[in-house]
């Protein structure tokens, strides 16, 4: 028996109380003690899935109409990724969901019944991952801007005092516990080249950030890292600071695999 480490995705399967966290994930966290995630799981939440539905609600909110907020979604480029696809793909979810409950609504109607499920939706989201029953929480980050959702002008969803983002006061903490274990950093650069990794992940962008995030903190330090390359840490936050006895847990083991051998540590997936 090996303890569990969450990964954001495992924490997302949580606080949504998904089948996978229902079948799976559950009997696992209870088979394998101490279940922990560190804050840095809520920092990727925060900053990602939790931010992304803010801008679909927000969207909705400040748009005329739900056909001209699905249209400035499209005509949002590909590059933009997730920051495009993830609040388009959340409002033809909810566009669903209200048509179902009610067939004979107007477009104003669905709009209005959409408004109140995405705020509830992200708010229990958010809520379920910061007090989880399944899980504690540790690795506490001084920079984390943790707290309850606020509301901006206009009925827009905000993140805790107004930003989905770090403390600007604050250097990146999980730069600063990464970078404290030298050698464990120098091999998770190694193991990151592309000479190390097959074709496929050697072009995932992902992997190309991270290593030159990592790249980054071995040069400069915490007190020098760009914050903006925290969320590029991603994946290897969860390698090194993986506590001895424990294992990731994740829905994504092909990205942790490179860097959990490098260190020794093993990954679990459903």
Not at 7 to 30: C, I, M, Q, R, Y
Request: proline share 5%; aromatic share 6%.
């Amino acid at each position: 028996m090996a303890g569990s480490f969450l990964d954001t995705t495992l924490v997302v399967e949580f606080a949504e109380k998904s089948p996978l966290a229902k079948t799976w994930g559950s009997n696992h966290v209870k088979a394998n003690t101490p279940a922990e995630a560190p804050y840095y799981a809520l920092r990727e939440l925060l900053a990602g899935k939790v931010r992304y539905l803010c801008d679909a609600h927000n969207r909705l909110q400040a748009a005329e109409s739900l056909p001209e907020a699905l249209d400035g979604l499209l005509k949002l480029p590909p590059v933009s990724g997730r920051k495009r696809d993830v609040p388009l793909k959340t409002l033809v979810e909810e566009l669903s969901k209200a048509f179902q409950q009610d067939r004979a609504g107007t477009l104003d109607d669905h709009k209005r019944e959409m408004l109140q499920s995405l705020a509830l939706r992200v708010t229990r989201l958010w809520n379920n991952a910061r007090k989880a029953k399944n899980y504690d929480v540790i690795q506490h980050l001084a920079c984390f801007n943790d707290g309850a959702l606020s509301r901006g002008t206009a009925s827009t969803l905000r993140g805790p005092s107004d930003s989905f983002e770090c403390l600007a006061s604050e250097q990146c903490a999980a730069a600063a516990y990464i970078y404290d274990d030298q050698a464990s950093l120098s091999k998770m650069v190694n193991a990151l080249h592309s000479g190390n990794l097959d074709p496929a992940a050697a072009d995932k962008n992902e992997n190309k950030q991270r290593r030159a995030a990592l790249k980054e903190l071995k040069t400069t330090g915490p007190g020098a890292f760009q914050r903006r390359r925290c969320r590029a840490l991603g994946d290897a936050y969860f390698a090194a600071m993986c506590p001895a006895g424990s294992e990731v847990v994740t829905t994504n083991s092909v990205d942790h695999l490179p860097l959990c051998t490098a260190l020794g540590k093993k990954v679990v997936s459903p």
